[in-house]
């Protein structure tokens, strides 16, 4: 074989350095998101004792040199596990914080229109039948009071809007909240 045919001939099947970078620090990401689950989490997951014992042991390292270092370690360490199913279980890790950040939105808009539209109101009351519209109606309109007062400051009715509206979309966190209200 000539020099010319050596430099063309590329049908290695290896991966670039570029690309084993990139794994590997998509890796280490991924082990840094794993840092995130619970321990009786990291549990349920069966991975593999040294592992397991790695992110549990990362919990207690505090210089970011040692971080840093334990973090490729545990990259590694994941090169020997397959990293989808580990991948889902952060995903779901993450999904109430993304339907509770949802939820928020939904509230702020819902919020937004019934101060800024006369109909919203009636929209509002017919898909959510259990709301007192008496305190609503009450509310809606200190609000837009309040933002002819002062409007470049939202009043007390603003706030207490967004707390109706946000119980009534999301049962279960406004019974937290409350909760934690009547704790403090």
Not at 158 to 174: C, D, S, W
Request: avoid cysteine; aromatic fraction near 2%; glycine fraction near 2%.
């Amino acid at each position: 074989m000539a020099a010319d045919d050596l430099a063309l001939d590329t049908s290695d099947d290896r991966p670039s350095k570029t690309q084993l970078k990139k794994t590997m620090q998509d890796l280490q990401d991924l082990g840094k998101a794993l840092m995130e689950l619970s321990i009786p989490r990291l549990e349920a997951l069966d991975l593999p004792d040294p592992l397991f014992r790695a992110l549990r042991d990362m919990r207690t390292v505090r210089s970011h040199e040692g971080r840093r270092r334990h973090l490729q370690l545990i990259g590694k360490l994941m090169r020997q596990v397959d990293p989808e199913p580990l991948r889902e279980a952060v995903a779901q890790q993450r999904l109430p914080g993304a339907r509770e950040t949802l939820t928020l939105h939904e509230a702020e808009a819902w919020r937004d229109r019934l101060i800024n539209e006369a109909d919203a109101l009636t929209d509002w009351l017919a898909a959510h039948p259990q709301t007192d519209a008496q305190v609503l109606r009450t509310l809606i309109r200190n609000a837009r009071k309040e933002a002819q007062q002062t409007p470049d400051r939202k009043g007390r009715a603003y706030r207490e809007i967004f707390q109706i509206v946000r119980a009534a979309l999301n049962p279960t966190t406004a019974t937290v909240d409350e909760d934690e209200l009547n704790h403090e």
